[in-house]
Structures are given as C-alpha cells and as structure tokens.
C-alpha cells in the first residue's frame, strides 16, 4: 500500500471519529437543555403571551356570544309573527284574543302585556293562556322567551304545555299566571302618555287606520313594582343587574342606579307583515297599562303599585 492512500485512510477515520465527537456532544447538550426545564424569564414570557392572547380573544367571544343571541332573538320573534298569521288564516283572518287581562266577564281590566297566561279567562268561551291559541304553530317554548334575558323561566316549557290547566307546582294547589319577557301586543290596548291617546294593537294581518301593526317586543319598561324608579328590559343593558324570577314572573336585567339616563343597547319588534327590525331606547314612546277596557285610564303614576311604563318602538304608531 502506497503512503498516500495510507494517509488519505487516516484522514478518513479521523473525519469520520470528529463526526460522532461531535453527534454526541450534541446530544448531550440537547439533554441537559431537556433537564433542566424552563427559566423563569421563560415562564414568564409564556404568561405574558397568554394574556395578550385572552385579553384579545375573551372579548371577540363575548361578541359572538351576543351576536348568537341577537340572531336567536330575530328568529324567536319571526316564529311568532309566523304563528299568528298561520292562526289568522285559520281563524277568518283575526289574531287570538290577548290574554293579559284581570277579572272575570264584566269586571275584567287590562294587565301586563309580557302575560303568557293570564290570571283567569275573561269568559267562558276564551283562554287565559296564549298557547292555547298557538301550540300547534309553536311547540317549543323557547321561541317565546327572549335568550337575553338572565335565565329562562324554571317551567317554561311545562307552563306552555299545561295551558289554561297551568299551576305552579312550587305554590299552593290553585292555577297560576305567569309572566314572560317578550311584549304581546295583538289586541291589546294601553294608554300613551305622551300623545294623550289609545293605542290599538292589531287585530290581523289586515288591520289599519287607528290599529298598529305591532306584535311583539322585547321588555323594556320603567318603574315596575318589583324595580321601582328603576329601568327594567330582558336585554342587558350598562349598569344593569339581575331581578330574580318569582313564582308569577321571568328574570331580567334592571338598573339599580334609576338616576342614571335612558340606557342604551338594541331592542328588536315583529310586525304584522312578519318583519322584525331592531330599535333603540332613544326611539321609543311610553304606554301605560290601562284600567279601563277602553284603554283610556292608565294605572296612576309613581305609586309603585303597578305595572309601570313599557315602551314601543316609534314605527308602531305610524
């Protein structure tokens, strides 16, 4: 063998033992990078990028959050306004008599329009509960409930199926009312403070002249006894907290703070034609129940005794 390919073997096996050298002292430093964990400056800034990553993404799902609802609320409301008219045509073209009354045949006076089931039938021949009217359009209870609102009444969906037979089982042995946190106002009557008139709730999908076309809202109100001089609405709204559920009426938002102005926030409406669009609390008009079935007299203000003052959107009275 020649000297030069002995020397050229050499360098070869000498490479080649450089090579694993250095393999293997890599792999020692990736081990004891491995062991010995994190620094705390690392901790650190992994802390520091979750947070900018939650303060950037807590918000953008609280929005969605909204938005869903918003979506469900729109959709709630259309199923209604699609459920009258379904009656209507089924019934000579009249919607269901309202069932927010009080009393009985002669002596009977107007009540809370969020009423799902009123206090007893007027007469004989009608219903004291609206889905005696309308469960072969709408099944499913939550349709009649706003999804903003704190919680949903504990027996909805009982309530709605019970009909005119409804009694809370949590109170004595005796049927029972129950409020919701939509507005109902197919003939309905109230009295409108401020224009010192009557307003007529539709009586089908034809009415005109002196009826709105108005169906349902979401609760916005003022002054009612369980939130005296206080905002009330089933949409939440700033500053607002939660009213509890009672054994007649539904959970909502109410501001604690009643010298506070109007709040601000979107409220939605369904009409006769099936629409339904959003509004403001700063495009409203206040009505007042009324103790005559006329609509004439409304409940006395500032007693804190009655339903208070519940507001319609501007567009129900054009």
Not at 151 to 172: I, V
């Amino acid at each position: 063998m020649s000297m030069r390919s002995m020397s050229t073997k050499n360098a070869a096996c000498v490479r080649s033992e450089e090579i694993k050298i250095r393999i293997r002292d890599r792999k020692e430093k990736i081990g004891v990078v491995d062991s010995r964990g994190f620094t705390l400056i690392e901790l650190l800034v992994v802390m520091s990028i979750t947070s900018i990553l939650m303060a950037i993404l807590v918000p953008a799902l609280g929005k969605v959050r909204r938005q869903a609802r918003s979506i469900k609320g729109m959709n709630n409301q259309q199923q209604i306004t699609s459920a009258l008219n379904l009656f209507a045509s089924d019934n000579d073209e009249r919607y269901p008599e309202s069932v927010a009354t009080v009393g009985f045949d002669s002596t009977w006076v107007w009540s809370d329009p969020t009423k799902l089931i009123g206090n007893e039938s007027r007469t004989p021949t009608l219903h004291r509960a609206m889905s005696e009217y309308l469960r072969i359009y709408i099944r499913d209870a939550d349709a009649m409930y706003c999804p903003s609102a704190p919680h949903q009444y504990k027996y909805l969906q009982q309530a709605w199926d019970a009909g005119d037979d409804w009694d809370n089982p949590d109170t004595a042995p005796t049927t029972d009312p129950m409020g919701g946190t939509y507005c109902f106002y197919w003939n309905y009557r109230g009295f409108l403070t401020e224009r010192n008139a009557v307003f007529r709730g539709p009586y089908g999908p034809a009415s005109g002249g002196r009826f709105s076309k108005l169906l349902v809202t979401d609760y916005f109100g003022y002054d009612h006894w369980r939130t005296q001089g206080a905002y009330g609405s089933c949409e939440p709204f700033r500053g607002a907290g939660v009213t509890p559920e009672t054994w007649l009426f539904s959970a909502y938002w109410s501001r604690t703070n009643p010298a506070e102005s109007t709040p601000e926030f979107k409220l939605r409406a369904g009409y006769t034609d099936g629409h339904v669009e959003t509004y403001s609390p700063s495009d409203v008009v206040p009505m007042r129940v009324s103790l005559s079935r006329d609509g004439t007299v409304p409940y006395a203000e500032g007693t804190g005794v009655g339903p208070g003052t519940f507001f319609l959107p501007t567009n129900a009275l054009h």
